[in-house]
């Protein structure tokens, strides 16, 4: 069992960075792959970033403004988010799958976490 804890939204201006972070419990988080997704209102939930151990996945619309990161002494995830856009805006969501394909492909990990919320003011 994983539980998935996220801090760090906020409200940000557009052009503005922050740094989400997701605090994971389980003695084996370092055989996990994590990621994040993201929903706004009105929308479906999307991927965003994944990483697992030796490789790190983006979706086309956060490349290059968005690096994820992980910390397996810390069993934590970050997501360093650069250059904010108001369609940013979105509860960010925190998620564990034992192989990157159910987050990255399958869009479908084994746990999730509560989501914080990312406001980005134009």
């Known amino acids: 069992q994983v539980q998935l804890v996220e801090s760090g939204g906020g409200l940000v201006q557009a052009g503005g960075s922050l740094r989400l ?8 988080f370092s055989d996990y792959a994590m990621g994040w997704f993201r929903q706004a209102p009105g929308k479906e939930r999307e991927f965003v970033a994944a990483i697992s151990w030796d490789n790190a996945y983006y979706a086309d619309s956060v490349k290059g403004r968005f690096t994820i990161s992980r910390d397996n002494a810390k069993k934590t995830v970050y997501l360093q988010m650069n250059s904010l856009k108001p369609e940013d805006t979105a509860v960010y969501y925190c998620a564990a799958a034992q192989v990157w394909q159910r987050i990255v492909i399958l869009r479908t990990p084994d746990y999730w976490g509560q989501g914080t919320q990312v406001t980005v003011s134009s």
Do not use: F, I, L, P
């Open 21 to 28: 972070s997701c605090a994971a419990s389980g003695r084996t």
